[in-house]
């Protein structure tokens, strides 16, 4: 999958344009508090919804789409925190009618690595649009110059800079 090409950087887009992005780090939070998403988080050693998963500790992010809601494991780094939100929101952009008619199509977020193939394409597309948003080829620009450039040693502190996992940082560059 080549997220540079991916349609839904259409939206992702769209939503920076919103949000008048300038510059670095997007704050999922402040985006979905705009968007009238309610994010909660849960602990995975504790069970206290009864509509989460029972595979609560490798799940990094739950929504319930009727109810606006995101459910966050509270255990995981900020980093991850921010993909989690991004993809789970790119669920709600891009494919909430379908899963509200059919739940059976959504799957809670877990950890695989990027670029998967065995993932249902509302995950990928999901990914490709967290990375869009969280990445804007805007920032990229000389984070891909310099990677071409020096290689990647000079340029591997991007995802701090914009705050995401190291894995999506590089799967955004490389793709
Ligand atoms: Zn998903």
Do not use: W
Request: proline share 4%; aromatic share 16%.
């Amino acid at each position: 999958m080549l997220i540079f090409d991916c349609k839904t950087k259409k939206e992702a887009n769209k939503i920076l344009k919103e949000i008048s992005y300038n510059e670095g780090y997007v704050n999922m939070e402040k985006i979905l508090i705009d968007y009238g998403k309610n994010i909660y988080l849960f602990n995975p050693s504790q069970k206290t919804d009864k509509k989460l998963s029972d595979d609560l500790p490798n799940i990094l992010g739950h929504s319930f789409f009727e109810e606006n809601k995101i459910a966050i494991n509270e255990s995981i780094p900020i980093e991850d925190i921010q993909y989690a939100l991004a993809h789970e929101f790119g669920h709600f952009i891009l494919h909430k009618e379908k899963f509200i008619k059919n739940f059976n199509l959504y799957n809670p977020l877990t950890r695989y690595p990027l670029g998967k193939k065995d993932i249902s394409i509302f995950d990928k597309e999901a990914d490709c649009f967290a990375a869009n948003l969280l990445l804007p080829d805007k920032d990229m620009k000389l984070f891909r110059y310099t990677f071409k450039t020096y290689g990647y040693h000079k340029c591997s502190y991007g995802n701090k800079y914009f705050r995401v996992p190291e894995e999506l940082f590089r799967y955004k560059l490389l793709n």
